[in-house]
């Protein structure tokens, strides 16, 4: 068997449940690495509100310069909007994103029995543009892309480049190549002739490097009322940055809310970031009713998508085991959060998928 170079992944907890959830995560990650074989160098590292107070600063010196050396890292919620008004309380999200290409925010949506999903066969993933469109902290390298030139008037600039159209769509083609060989691509080019006219041109233009894979068009509003009418016709989907914002709340709408609603950024380099979508949750921070499923999901991610691209099949056997103990968990009351219609607490959850994984793995060759 060949041996590979452990991987390097830093956890930054973040925020409120994130001290939570992301212990959780990495717990269960660390768990089948060792029953897969999987050499994993975890690095946990300063960030937030915990880092500000105890280091200075929401992201530490030296942070990035870290980061970049790694493989891929997990982030917790960030609470930015409650951090003091002070230079050094930064919000860290639109710094990682930028620094490290994270152009693609891969957000799959699946029905679990039992959670209250309006459908029971929900299958999709939506593949986000991550660093451009209507968000200020996204569209600009320096200043804001909002401003109000008079009392009455808020102009917002909305940044669409070939470039980052091209690269949100080629990975979302290779996503779809590895599922069902389906490619919808959402916009609104009837209004946004020129900003989503671009976006669509160079959807076509990365799809003649996939062949294999077929391409559809539908405008955002329809899109909108199909993914709720009939969400199972839809399996890989690829929009830009505000609309996949929206739409992918929707989506975690119909299985059971953003608790369920995992995410994974990646960009044209080797590094991705494992992120859960939801917020950080102070009001039930400290209370063990946050939902770990997102955030254990979004790690798991990460080890598959590490394991894919460098060649390391014990980081498939590491997912397949997280997936089997993730699935088995959520498939008992007793061991779910209240928000997906369970009766347990992060914890029971965190130690079922942990049991599990310990029953049920083989040990390496």
């Not at 699946?110 to 991550?130: Q, W």
């Amino acid at each position: 068997m060949t041996a590979h170079p452990p991987l390097r992944i830093g956890v930054l907890n973040g925020d409120d449940i994130g001290h939570e959830i992301v212990p959780a995560a990495h717990a269960i990650a660390a768990a089948a690495a060792q029953a897969c074989g999987l050499a994993i160098d975890w690095r946990p590292m300063p960030l937030g509100r915990k880092a500000l107070d105890e280091l200075g600063h929401t992201m530490p010196p030296g942070t990035l310069e870290t980061l970049g050396t790694l493989d891929g890292f997990i982030l917790g919620p960030i609470g930015h909007q409650a951090y003091p008004k002070v230079p050094e309380a930064i919000n860290p999200h639109p710094i990682l994103r930028k620094s490290f290409d994270l152009f693609a925010n891969v957000r799959p949506t699946r029905s679990y029995p039992g959670l209250g999903c309006l459908y029971d066969d929900i299958d999709l993933v939506i593949v986000r543009e991550n660093n451009e469109g209507f968000q200020p902290d996204r569209n600009v390298v320096a200043g804001c892309g909002e401003f109000r030139p008079t009392h009455d008037t808020t102009i917002s600039v909305r940044v669409i480049t070939r470039e980052g159209s091209r690269k949100v769509a080629r990975a979302a083609f290779e996503i779809a190549r590895a599922r069902k060989k389906r490619l919808t691509v959402v916009h609104k080019n009837t209004v946004f002739k020129l900003g989503c006219g671009m976006f669509v041109e160079e959807c076509y233009e990365a799809g003649k490097e996939f062949p294999d894979v077929a391409i559809e068009e539908v405008i955002v509003d329809t899109f909108a009322m199909k993914l709720v009418r009939e969400p199972q016709r839809f399996d890989t989907v690829v929009t830009t940055n505000m609309f996949g914002d929206i739409l992918t709340d929707e989506a975690a709408g119909l299985v059971g809310g953003l608790g369920m609603a995992p995410g994974l950024c990646i960009g044209r380099g080797d590094i991705a970031m494992a992120q859960a979508t939801h917020g950080s949750a102070p009001d039930i921070a400290g209370k063990g009713l946050a939902n770990p499923y997102a955030m254990i999901e979004s790690t798991r991610m990460l080890i598959e998508w590490l394991g894919r691209r460098r060649g390391i099949p014990a980081a498939a056997e590491a997912s397949a085991l997280m997936k089997a103990g993730i699935d088995a968990a959520l498939a008992n009351p007793a061991t779910r959060t209240p928000d997906i219609r369970g009766t347990g607490t992060q914890a029971d959850m965190t130690n079922a998928i942990l049991s599990y994984m310990e029953t049920h793995a083989h040990a390496p060759a």
